[in-house]
């Protein structure tokens, strides 16, 4: 299957990763809390947020002061 992934880590909590996944015209934010053993659904996204930008790049980032 086709698709993207990026991850971002937390600087001030190593346990806490995001992943940003897209599949398709879809994606979905996953969020964990033991440095990536579990991970919990956050959000899905349509189309309609990326525009169909998802196909060629995409990003995610931590806020540094506040992880959650």
């Known amino acids: 299957s086709d698709g993207r ?3 971002a880590i937390s600087e001030t909590n190593p ?3 995001y992943g940003l ?4 015209v ?3 934010v996953y969020k964990t809390l ?3 053993v579990t991970w ?3 959000k899905t ?5 990326f525009k169909n930008q998802q ?9 540094p002061v506040n992880p959650n």
């Open 55 to 63: 196909f060629y790049n995409i990003c995610i980032s931590v806020n």
């Open 45 to 49: 996204f349509d189309q309609s947020f």
């Open 34 to 36: 033991d440095k990536g």
């Open 21 to 24: 996944i897209s599949k398709g």
């Open 40 to 42: 919990s659904l956050l």
């Open 5 to 7: 992934m990026c991850i």
């Open 15 to 17: 346990n806490i990763l």
């Open 26 to 28: 879809n994606a979905e």
